[in-house]
């Protein structure tokens, strides 16, 4: 049954409760009655009032105790003194001592009831606003994290928890926990329970809040489950976007005598849709930003091909005889030279027209070689091998050039497909660029190991690192920071690896190094 | 005094390659075009030497080898090319036992030329 609210009525006269208690039963009040300070205390700890109507000359425990030791167990109750002809000064103290108002006696159930309801109007009205400044706050951020820490610190004042915490799912469908208040952090980082394991799996199945008091013992649900002991109370509140479990809400109180009740459930009703709603919220701004970056590299990713595949038909086109007018240069300087008649000085001259018609040849050769689509000769092969192979080649200069090359291949590696000529190749380019990185010497770690159903093959050098321009295109065709570079290398390398259906990947940052990731499928079977 | 025919539809190539010879001692038979040197080995000139660009119009340096050796006629041969991609010939080369690697790809320089001239007619 709907009551409008619960009153307690705290007076050692049974004929004045009883007369209240008739009078706002029938205007469709909950009327509980306690007979002394004492009593009324005991009777909070385990119910739930909205109201309570105090007689301030009691024996035993007075009006004035009493009401301080209500405000310290909730502060939210509505307290109306009911005060004595002349009690006025009393009156006026109670009020300063957290009394929402009083009346005098004798008084009528009508005003009584007008009281009540004006006490009543006024509490919605504080709560209206508290939560419109609440939503204010939760509606301020999209960012999940930020957003986690406004709820968590919010659950726990709005709820009056000495500790909380929020579980989301991860992708695995398991509940994690994503944020908490004073948790231990190793509970916080082990803790992964699927739907209907333990209490918040329970109350995440079930989609009903639950309260749990003094641990887990008593209930018949859990009995078997080991809890924390010093928890007093617990309340876990599941999530819900329409009819569907996004996370579940935790709040213990430790310290507070006052258990959670049903009416903390129902108060922070609207306040937990207000979190389910916003963390739905930041949920779709995240995944919204998974899609873009994703979709942002896959952009990249077909810019790229685009780009392999144009150049690929713009060397075809090349067939004509590009080279012929190179040989018209370097030959005619050649029977310059052959008169003899000029000088040292245009000698030299016509020497360095002869080398760079040479030198003209083979970028455009190596351009051939990017663009080609070469026939590759695959075969099984063992990709820790073919890597140490390279090394080994390269090991003399590297150390001559002070740099110590560390190496270390997975012991179970699957094998790959590969042409290690191809491959050795792409190898000997990413070590020739680390050597370079590194003038006065570093490290070259070289390591390989199972990526799923990939081999992932790591370069990482400690060298000058590269700038987010440079990173940006350093697969691109003529991408060169060196003098002397063709800027081809890198770009091979990408056509050869995206050939063996694998993938290229770098990370670097200016002054700190690089890491060139292979990626190479695993042969099947 | 040695015959090198020189077999180039690139005019200036052709110019360079006949000045060079020349002046390095042997008597250079020009054409600009696969039938014209067929043409020109059919009417009895016997060079000792031919140095042959690959792709022309009008007959190809290869079809200029195929051609020499069903008449008979098998002088050392270089061949030239001014393309970047002379893979696309591999099939062709191998009906004649040649590779890749027997081609030699312009600008290369006339000294190295004159070398493995001299080298394929027995000169060193």
Redesign the interface.
């Known amino acids: 049954m709907e009551y409008k609210a619960s009153i307690l009525v705290v007076d050692d006269e049974k004929s004045f409760w009883e007369v209240v208690a008739e009078g706002f039963e029938l205007r469709g009040y909950r009327v509980v009655a306690a007979m002394s300070g004492e009593e009324c205390i005991e009777k909070i700890k385990t119910d739930t009032f909205h109201i309570i109507l105090l007689d301030l000359q009691m024996p035993g425990m007075g009006g004035i105790r009493t009401l301080e030791e209500i405000r310290k167990m909730n502060p939210e109750i509505e307290v109306i003194m009911v005060t004595g002809h002349g009690d006025i000064a009393l009156a006026t103290e109670s009020l300063k001592k957290g009394a929402s108002d009083f009346v005098e006696k004798p008084i009528s159930i009508e005003r009584l009831v007008n009281t009540v309801e004006k006490v009543c109007e006024q509490r919605m009205l504080r709560e209206t606003v508290l939560l419109y400044e609440l939503s204010k706050v939760i509606f301020s951020t999209i960012e999940l994290d930020k957003l986690l820490k406004i709820i968590i610190d919010l659950t726990m004042k709005v709820l009056r928890a000495d500790d909380a915490s929020i579980m989301l799912f991860n992708e695995k469908k398991e509940l994690y926990i994503a944020i908490s208040s004073g948790l231990d952090l190793d509970i916080q980082k082990r803790t992964r329970l699927a739907i209907g394991e333990r209490i918040a799996g329970w109350a995440a199945q079930n989609k009903e809040p639950l309260i749990l008091i003094n641990g887990l013992r008593d209930d018949g649900r859990f009995s078997d489950f080991k809890g924390r002991s010093e928890i007093q109370s617990a309340m876990i509140v599941p999530l819900l976007k329409n009819d569907e479990v996004i996370g579940v809400l935790n709040a213990n109180r430790i310290k507070l005598t006052e258990n959670f009740t049903q009416n903390d459930i129902y108060k922070s009703k609207i306040f937990i849709s207000l979190v389910s709603l916003a963390l739905d919220n930041a949920n779709l701004y995240n995944n919204f930003k998974n899609a873009q970056e994703k979709l942002e590299a896959t952009h990249m990713q077909l810019v790229q091909s685009e780009k392999l595949s144009s150049l690929g038909r713009l060397?075809s086109e090349?067939?004509?005889?590009?080279?012929?007018p190179?040989?018209?240069?370097?030959?005619?300087a050649?029977?310059i030279l052959?008169e003899g008649a000029q000088t040292d000085q245009v000698s030299k001259e016509l020497k360095v027209i002869?080398d760079e018609?040479?030198k003209a040849?083979e970028i455009?050769?190596r351009?051939?070689k990017f663009a080609?689509t070469n026939k590759a000769n695959l075969r099984k092969a063992d990709i820790g091998q073919v890597v140490e192979s390279v090394a080994l080649l390269v090991e003399r200069q590297f150390a001559a050039n002070k740099i110590v090359i560390r190496q270390s291949y997975a012991k179970d590696l699957p094998h790959v497909h590969i042409d290690d000529k191809q491959i050795e190749e792409v190898c000997m380019n990413i070590l020739n660029n680390a050597r370079d990185a590194m003038p006065d010497g570093g490290v070259m770690e070289i390591s390989a190991v199972r990526n799923g159903d990939r081999v992932r093959v790591d370069f990482k050098d400690n060298g000058c690192g590269m700038p987010d321009e440079v990173k940006e295109r350093v697969f691109e065709p003529f991408m060169t920071t060196k003098e002397k570079g063709t800027g081809l290398g890198l770009s091979v390398c990408y056509g050869i690896i995206k050939a063996h259906n694998g993938d290229l990947k770098v990370e670097s940052r200016q002054g700190a190094g690089t890491t060139i990731s292979v990626y190479l499928p695993c042969m099947k079977g | 005094m040695h015959t090198i025919m020189v077999v180039d539809d690139n005019a200036k190539i052709r110019a360079i390659l006949e000045e060079f010879f020349s002046r390095s001692g042997f008597t250079v038979v020009p054409a600009s075009s696969g039938k014209e040197a067929v043409d020109i080995l059919r009417k009895g000139t016997v060079p000792n030497l031919v140095i042959l660009d690959i792709k022309m119009s009008h007959g190809s340096g290869l079809d200029v080898m195929y051609e020499m050796r069903r008449m008979g006629i098998t002088p050392p041969a270089i061949l030239l090319t001014g393309t970047i991609d002379a893979g696309k010939y591999v099939d062709m080369l191998g009906k004649l036992g040649l590779s890749e690697e027997n081609i030699y790809y312009k600008p290369i320089d006339l000294f190295v030329l004159l070398d493995l001239v001299k080298k394929r007619l027995g000169l060193v």
């Not at chain 1, 090349?318 to 012929?324: C, P, T, Y």
């Open positions: 060397v090349m067939a004509h005889e590009v080279l012929n190179l040989m018209v240069i370097s030959g005619n050649q029977l052959m002869i018609a040479m040849k455009l050769q351009l051939l080609r």
